[in-house]
C-alpha cells in the first residue's frame, strides 16, 4: 500500500507543489505496482493546493493503474 506520510517523508524535500505532489502519487504506483492508495495525513499547503485535494491525490492514483 503507498501511503502519503511515507511518500512525503521519502520524497516531500523534493516537491514544491502540489502538482509535482500528484506526479509523484503517479510515478510510485507505476513503480510500485501499488493496488490500494492510504491519504492518512493531510498534504502541505502548496500554494495550488484545491479544496478537493482529496479526491485529486486519489484520481492521480488511480489514474497510474
Same mark, same amino acid.
Do not use: C
Given at each position: 500500500?503507498?501511503?502519503?506520510?511515507?511518500?512525503?517523508?521519502?520524497?516531500?524535500?523534493?516537491?514544491?507543489?502540489?502538482?509535482?505532489?500528484?506526479?509523484?502519487?503517479?510515478?510510485?504506483?507505476?513503480?510500485?505496482?501499488?493496488?490500494?492508495?492510504?491519504?492518512?495525513?493531510?498534504?502541505?499547503?502548496?500554494?495550488? @493546493?484545491?479544496?478537493?485535494?482529496?479526491?485529486?491525490?486519489?484520481?492521480?492514483?488511480?489514474?497510474? @493503474?
Amino acid at each position: 500500500m503507498l501511503s502519503l506520510s511515507e511518500l512525503l517523508l521519502e520524497q516531500g524535500h523534493k516537491l514544491t507543489s502540489f502538482d509535482d505532489l500528484k506526479k509523484t502519487i503517479q510515478k510510485q504506483a507505476i513503480d510500485t505496482g501499488e493496488l490500494y492508495f492510504q491519504v492518512d495525513i493531510e498534504p502541505p499547503v502548496y500554494s495550488d @493546493r484545491p479544496n478537493d485535494w482529496h479526491d485529486q491525490l486519489n484520481l492521480a492514483f488511480e489514474s497510474a @493503474r
